[in-house]
């Protein structure tokens, strides 16, 4: 059996198992056996995946979440929502790369990045009433991103070899800007670019049916390592 890519603290759906499935046998038993014990005693196995070494991890009640884009918080909060997940596209925080900021924008790394003050609010009224946030952070701006076609919109093409340290770097500046210390609130989990077994959503520049698993999991592990 050819040996699998080591990938840890992963939250794995079904789609990601089957994509594997033929490929990588080992990694569909790992992820079946995660997606099982996570809904039979998601308090003792999930807690321990996503803590690992980093204490002050939020305590999750349950793993009950929803995508709350454009609803209403307080229909929200106190319903028993106990998570909420949110889009972060990287094309509106981060359009170009440049280091020179104008007003409103914040310097992290040495680079300039736009602030989406709606969803500060709501990650931070959501943080402060005790909900786990989680962010999806996905659409690679033009300048990062590969050539490519068949996608939703070209923002679904994978970042090049040097994107992904740019992808890297605007991961880094969510989770610096989000820790729950700057006084906007608190990003917990972090979802690595979005529906990325779908080529009409991370694209690599591969035609329908003819994407190559190896290159796909290659482009995809360098957003993911950096």
Not at 113 to 140: E, H, M, P, R
């Amino acid at each position: 059996m050819e040996k699998s890519p080591v990938i840890k603290n992963i939250f794995v759906i079904p789609s990601f198992i089957e994509t594997y499935s033929e490929k990588y046998k080992d990694i569909e038993w790992k992820a079946s056996l995660m997606y099982a014990s996570l809904y039979k005693n998601p308090q003792n196995y999930l807690l321990k995946e996503l803590k690992g070494p980093v204490t002050g991890y939020p305590k999750r009640k349950s793993i009950k979440g929803i995508q709350p884009d454009g609803q209403d918080k307080n229909q929200m909060i106190g319903n028993a929502v106990h998570g909420v997940a949110f889009n972060f596209v990287w094309a509106i925080w981060q359009p170009t790369k440049t280091s020179s900021c104008s007003s409103g924008q914040v310097l992290y790394d040495g680079y300039c990045f736009n602030i989406d003050q709606t969803t500060v609010s709501a990650v931070k009224a959501y943080t402060d009433a005790g909900l786990v946030v989680t962010g999806v952070l996905y659409g690679v701006p033009s300048f990062a991103r590969r050539s490519c076609s068949g996608v939703v919109d070209p923002m679904f093409c994978a970042p090049t070899d040097a994107g992904s340290k740019d992808y890297g770097r605007f991961v880094g500046f969510i989770a610096h800007y989000f820790n729950g210390q700057n006084g906007h609130g608190r990003v917990a989990d972090f979802v690595i670019h979005n529906e990325v077994n779908a080529a009409g959503y991370f694209n690599y520049g591969c035609a329908k049916n003819t994407c190559n698993v190896d290159t796909w999991t290659t482009v995809y592990a360098l957003s993911y390592n950096n």
